[in-house]
Nanobody, 125 residues
Framework: QVQLVESGGGSVQAGGSLRLSCATS????????MGWFRQVPGKEREGVAA????????SYADSVKGRFTISQDNAKNTVYLQMNALKPEDTAMYYC??????????????????WGQGTQVTVSS
């Protein structure tokens, strides 16, 4: 089983930046696709970005393209989400997730087997 721990959330003003980290431990060889999701109370969880750890291909939601960048550091077993030009609508709890196959259908949260506890991002106008 893979353990995921997110960090880096906080409060920023619109236009600011944050970098989220997702540190993984445990049976890390089972990871193939890592995703970032976000959720606002009362709404469904939304896929933000994903990275295929084998081919390093990346995918993004239309709402964050050009502003967010997902990346990996294999030496640290960590996946990052660099978030720039933040908007109030980016306010949410952000979760990282892992699964043991490729990133086809990356934004379907039910296809991920392992989840972190989440980190809160708040963007004020």
């Amino acid at each position: 089983q893979v353990q995921l721990v997110e960090s880096g959330g906080g409060s920023v003003q619109a236009g600011g930046s944050l970098r989220l980290s997702c540190a993984t431990s445990g049976y890390t060889y089972s990871r193939q696709c890592m995703g970032w999701f976000r959720q606002v109370p009362g709404k469904e969880r939304e896929g933000v970005a994903a990275i295929d750890l084998g081919g390093r291909s990346t995918s993004y939601a239309d709402s964050v393209k050009g502003r967010f960048t997902i990346s990996q550091d294999n030496a640290k077993n960590t996946v990052y989400l660099q978030m720039n030009a933040l908007k109030p609508e980016d306010t949410a709890m952000y979760y990282c997730a892992a699964r043991s196959w490729n990133c086809v259908g990356w934004d379907a949260d039910y296809l991920y087997s392992d989840w972190g506890q989440g980190t809160q991002v708040t963007v004020s106008s």
